[in-house]
């Protein structure tokens, strides 16, 4: 298992969400990508469109106003 | 002592599940589009305007504009007597700029309520040049437009007007281009 850091912080929708589209395309299954945002608005649509995917998610608020999403690559 | 106190509180107003899902989580889609169509309802109504933001900012440019001693009168888009009266009146008349300000400071204080108010940092050259770039042509868009996404948009099709229509098939193929065009030069 490998895990990837995007550090999306200072970038506004749809950026975030983009990268780790693109990201989970390229790793393995099982893999985990942690996405750092400071965008409530990617904090909604990332999380929506993993779920959708299929893959385990979690976010966590790791300082005001900033996010870790956390999506485990399942298939 | 006080301190401690001021702590004690904080952390438990955090854990108010009240707090959690009026202040700190974002409201669901559903429940900001009836809002927003309640606001809509309730300006029409009582101003008997449609809802806009960015006709105001037009009038925040001509004023910061005369600020420094320029003048809009010869210009075609405040060559209307209507135009020239807002002007005339000055920022404290006008409803449109009253909302916008309310809006600002509405979302300012939403921010520091959830406790997430952040400056951002600016990662990128390239990021300063797309907002400059984008911003720019949002602006003249919406000018030439009569109006934005709220404007010529949301309020076109909420008044039963054709107008709202077009916009939004304009504004569908604009998105999709644009988000393109991001991908290509900004990813």
């Known amino acids: 298992m490998k895990e990837y850091v995007i550090d999306s912080f200072g970038e506004a929708c749809p950026v975030p969400l983009i990268k780790a589209q693109n990201k989970i395309k390229e790793i393995e299954v099982g893999d985990v990508v942690v996405l750092q945002i400071d965008h409530s608005c990617a904090m909604k649509n990332v999380p929506e469109w993993a779920r959708k995917d299929g893959h385990n998610v979690e976010v966590e608020e790791v300082d005001d106003g900033e996010w870790e999403v956390i999506i485990e690559k399942t298939h | ?187």
């Open chain 2, 1 to 187: 002592m006080e301190a401690k106190t001021e702590e004690k509180f904080f952390n438990k107003v955090q854990k108010n599940e009240f707090y959690k899902k009026w202040l700190k989580s974002a409201w669901p889609y559903i429940t900001g589009a009836i809002l927003l169509s309640l606001f809509q309802i309730v300006t029409l109504a009582t101003t008997s305007d449609p809802w806009g933001v960015s006709g105001t900012f037009a009038n925040w440019g001509a004023w910061i504009y005369e600020a420094f001693g320029g003048s809009v009168d010869k210009w075609y888009y405040f060559s209307s007597e209507g135009a020239q009266a807002t002007l005339e009146a000055g920022l404290l008349a006008h409803g449109g700029s009253i909302r916008n300000i309310g809006i600002i400071l509405g979302a300012l204080l939403a921010t520091l309520l959830a406790s997430q108010f952040k400056f951002k940092k600016i990662k990128s050259k390239k990021q300063v040049i797309a907002a400059v770039l984008g911003g720019l042509m949002m602006g003249y868009g919406a000018r030439i437009a009569f109006g934005c996404n709220i404007g010529a948009l949301f309020s076109g099709i909420a008044s039963l007007s054709l107008s709202g229509w077009v916009f939004a098939i304009g504004m569908f193929g604009g998105a999709i281009i644009g988000s393109k065009l991001l991908v290509k030069f900004f990813m």
